[in-house]
């Protein structure tokens, strides 16, 4: 039988884990001389290091806007609300000089598109090179050297010929991985991944995948991933955050929302996703189109697409409702058999 005293400071222990990110009602508007839109609206969670959370959903959901609100990359008419945190720094009250020293070594990003993200009049080894040389303050050698080490690290083929390449002498697979090896030329803490593998063929997106799940691994990093694809998250992910018109519309782990979906837009996801062994069956696409964001309806934004929508729905945003220990949505029509009737107090 374990030691009861052992027992008991192992979990204290595990509690103590400090979440290395922790947002809080993030929110996110753009305004014109026109108008003011919402694009992002209360988005709250917690990320431990070394866990990696992907955001599921349609285009246009808030999704690569969430994440550049984590980096503050989005223009200076956006209007961000709510706090970030991340790694002890409070994100949002940070000036342009503390900003750009923390992007590299605390928070780095893939972007979507690498031939746009990278310079095209600067080698790769270069473009590596010089994000070392400005944050870890090595000589040209050291970070030459070091971008060498990280073209290897992401299995580039003839490393060495290839830091003397220009974007656009690489083939897509090949620039997407020397844009991972920039993202990782400072360690960082958080990765941010913006659908890194949707220009790929599929053979190429799964040999992405695998390399940036074993790197995390390797690396230890926290990791936010965005996607539309079903399949890339269950490859990736520890957690999942689905998303509607701005807002969280259910969080879990990926076996919990996966295996036992409880908002209907999850569920209508899943439907008019190809699966293996699905020959002969007819996708059931979800009816309708994304919301206008300048124009949301009342209530529940996913109201006028819903199966199962009520005049209650209309009436308040709904409060995220319990299924189990970490599985939450936002539905006033989630079954009974389905909710979590354990007292707050008493969930751990």
Same mark, same amino acid.
């Given at each position: 039988?374990?030691?009861?005293?052992?027992?008991?400071?192992?979990?204290?222990?595990?509690?103590?884990?400090?979440?290395?990110?922790?947002?809080?009602?993030?929110? +996110?508007?753009?305004?014109?001389?026109?108008?003011?839109?919402?694009?992002?609206?209360?988005?709250?969670?917690?990320?431990?290091?070394?866990?990696?959370?992907?955001?599921?959903?349609?285009?246009?959901? @808030? $999704?690569?806007?969430?994440?550049? *609100?984590?980096?503050?990359?989005?223009?200076?008419?956006?209007?961000?609300?709510?706090?970030?945190?991340?790694?002890?720094?409070?994100?949002?009250?940070?000036?342009?000089? /503390?900003?750009?020293?923390?992007? @590299?070594?605390?928070?780095?990003?893939?972007?979507?598109?690498?031939?746009?993200?990278?310079?095209?009049?600067?080698?790769?080894?270069? /473009?590596?090179?010089?994000?070392?040389?400005?944050?870890?303050?090595?000589?040209?050698?050291? %970070?030459?050297?070091?971008?060498?080490?990280?073209?290897?690290? +992401?299995?580039?083929?003839?490393? $060495?010929?290839?830091?003397?390449?220009?974007?656009?002498?690489?083939?897509? @697979?090949?620039? /997407?991985?020397?844009?991972?090896?920039? %993202?990782?030329?400072?360690?960082?803490?958080?990765?941010?991944?913006?659908?890194?593998?949707?220009?790929?063929?599929?053979?190429?997106?799964?040999?992405?995948?695998?390399?940036?799940?074993?790197?995390?691994?390797?690396?230890?990093?926290?990791?936010?991933?965005?996607?539309?694809?079903? !399949?890339?998250?269950?490859?990736?992910?520890? $957690?999942?955050? #689905?998303?509607? *018109?701005?807002?969280?519309?259910?969080?879990?782990?990926?076996?919990?929302?996966?295996?036992?979906?409880?908002?209907?837009?999850?569920?209508?996801?899943?439907?008019?996703? #190809?699966?293996?062994?699905?020959?002969?069956?007819?996708?059931?696409?979800?009816?309708?189109? =994304?919301?206008?964001?300048? *124009?949301?309806?009342?209530?529940?934004?996913?109201?006028?697409?819903?199966?199962?929508?009520? =005049?209650?729905?209309?009436?308040?945003? =709904?409060?995220?409702?319990?299924?189990? *220990? !970490?599985?939450? %949505?936002?539905?006033?029509?989630?079954?009974?058999?389905?909710?979590?009737?354990?007292?707050?107090?008493?969930? =751990?």
């Amino acid at each position: 039988m374990m030691n009861t005293a052992l027992l008991d400071s192992a979990q204290t222990e595990l509690s103590a884990v400090k979440p290395l990110v922790r947002v809080r009602d993030m929110s +996110v508007r753009f305004v014109s001389r026109d108008m003011a839109i919402s694009v992002v609206n209360g988005v709250s969670f917690d990320l431990n290091p070394g866990e990696v959370l992907c955001l599921l959903g349609e285009s246009g959901s @808030g $999704k690569s806007v969430t994440m550049r *609100a984590l980096m503050r990359l989005l223009p200076r008419t956006a209007q961000l609300g709510g706090s970030i945190d991340i790694d002890g720094r409070d994100i949002l009250a940070l000036r342009d000089r /503390q900003l750009a020293s923390i992007r @590299g070594p605390l928070i780095s990003m893939i972007f979507q598109e690498p031939l746009t993200a990278l310079d095209p009049v600067y080698t790769i080894g270069q /473009q590596i090179a010089e994000t070392v040389k400005w944050h870890d303050g090595v000589d040209s050698r050291k %970070a030459r050297a070091r971008a060498l080490e990280l073209l290897e690290l +992401v299995q580039i083929p003839s490393a $060495k010929q290839r830091l003397d390449a220009y974007p656009h002498e690489l083939s897509g @697979g090949l620039r /997407q991985r020397a844009m991972i090896a920039l %993202a990782l030329s400072c360690r960082p803490k958080l990765l941010l991944a913006d659908e890194p593998t949707t220009a790929l063929d599929a053979t190429v997106q799964i040999q992405v995948l695998l390399l940036l799940r074993s790197l995390q691994a390797e690396l230890g990093m926290a990791t936010i991933f965005v996607t539309h694809d079903l !399949g890339v998250a269950c490859e990736i992910a520890d $957690k999942l955050a #689905v998303m509607y *018109a701005g807002r969280f519309v259910e969080t879990g782990s990926v076996e919990d929302v996966l295996s036992r979906p409880a908002h209907p837009y999850t569920r209508g996801l899943m439907r008019s996703t #190809v699966h293996a062994g699905q020959r002969g069956v007819e996708l059931q696409p979800i009816a309708g189109s =994304p919301p206008d964001l300048a *124009a949301l309806p009342s209530g529940c934004s996913f109201r006028p697409r819903c199966e199962l929508a009520t =005049p209650a729905c209309a009436q308040d945003v =709904p409060a995220f409702t319990d299924c189990a *220990a !970490g599985h939450a %949505a936002r539905c006033i029509h989630i079954p009974p058999a389905m909710r979590d009737h354990t007292p707050q107090a008493s969930r =751990p």
